[in-house]
């Protein structure tokens, strides 16, 4: 018998909506996940998406003041789904609570906030999930494990791409991702703790770096109104970007892999080309988000023949057969989500701590701060502690 969770949600956007409706969906794909979550109360400080919340979302009750969620007795777990300028003070307030935290990345504006959150998280000893999702992937987790049981031979080369579109038309208007208050860094927080998180979770700890970032479109107009994200403006006033729109890098694994990282929010072309490249002495595996369901992989052959084969993720590749009972039925992103709601309501009711968690945002941050070091240097930067009291 599953025992509910009351679930608490901080910002009703993009991120909110997919967390309701990822725990809403959990039973149907995870029936013996040991938590049921209850949608307890909402927050938004725009009424209208407080008023969604309730009205389609399925929560009790909405209010524009955070501090209610946290205060709600009903309530045992808070997903953290605001701009990042409230990730610091929404999840230390919710974990001084007692309360578990499902935070989306980069987990604070910068590496500084994520050390402060993973400390409070730490010292209440209450349980994180952090929003990493294409972890999840099957694909992702099968090359992960292609890897470690040496199906490609000794790594010798790693390479990854973060190419998103969203901001590729200068007409894209200036949202919170572009303001240094809102946002904290540019690129390096929103794709960049993404791919490090990533290439670590594939190959391992980097434990030296060396970057280069850009800001390319350094104004845009303003936005209208509050639903920012892909929207475009062709007129009225414009405002500076104030973050990084690119970076280019080249990492050092502390397995002794060298590797390229490079992530833009306004390159044109690619959509969504999350992708990475794993080379070893016997084979290789190749994957690219904008083809979620498929693992390339290239396994040397006694005939010589060569290339890489196009694996379909199927029921042997789990959680694949939790959402689709064969291959070439797609999984999508959202489905990704469920994974980790799922795993946040497990750790919820059970108290075992899951990955990704603080711990790994953490980890990240420390390779982001190489990385801005680095990019402001001009030389390579050593990963290392942030020289914080909360290391
Ligand atoms: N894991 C992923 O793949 C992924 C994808 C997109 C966004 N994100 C992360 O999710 C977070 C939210 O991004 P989004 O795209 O959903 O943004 P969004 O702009 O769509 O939504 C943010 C919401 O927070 C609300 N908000 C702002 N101030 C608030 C306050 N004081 N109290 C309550 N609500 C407030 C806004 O009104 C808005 O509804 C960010 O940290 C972002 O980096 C993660």
Known sequence: MARTVGIGLVGVGW????HSVAYRRCPDHFPDCAGRARLVVAADEEPERARVAVEQLGYARATDDWREVIAD?????????????????VAIAA???????????PVGRFPSETAEIAAAVARAGIKSLVGFNYRHAPAVTHARELIASGAV???DHFRSQWIAAYAADPRGVLSWRFLAGEA????????????????????GPIESVTARTETIVDERPLPASA??????????PRAPVENEDAVWSIVRFASGVTGTLEASRVA???????????????GAVAWDFERMNELAVFEASAGGDAGYARVLMGPQHEPFGRFQPGPGLPMGYDDLKVIEAAL??????????REPGVAEALAAARVIAALERSAASGAWETVGDLGLSTD
């Not at 044109?268 to 016997?282: I, K």
């Open 15 to 18: 991120m909110g909506r997919i």
């Open 73 to 89: 007795p009903e309530v045992d777990a808070v997903s953290v789904a605001t701009p990042n300028r409230l990730h610091r003070d």
């Open 95 to 105: 974990a001084e609570a007692g309360k578990h935290v499902w935070i989306e990345k």
């Open 153 to 155: 031979g000794v790594v």
């Open 184 to 203: 904290g860094l540019g690129i390096l927080g929103d794709l960049g703790s993404h791919a490090v998180d990533l290439a670590q979770f594939l190959l």
């Open 227 to 236: 639903g920012t994200h892909f929207a475009l403006a062709d007129d009225g």
């Open 268 to 282: 044109v072309g690619p959509q969504a080309r999350y992708a990475f490249e794993v080379h070893g002495s016997a």
């Open 344 to 353: 946040f309501l497990e750790s919820a009711v059970d108290g075992v701590q």
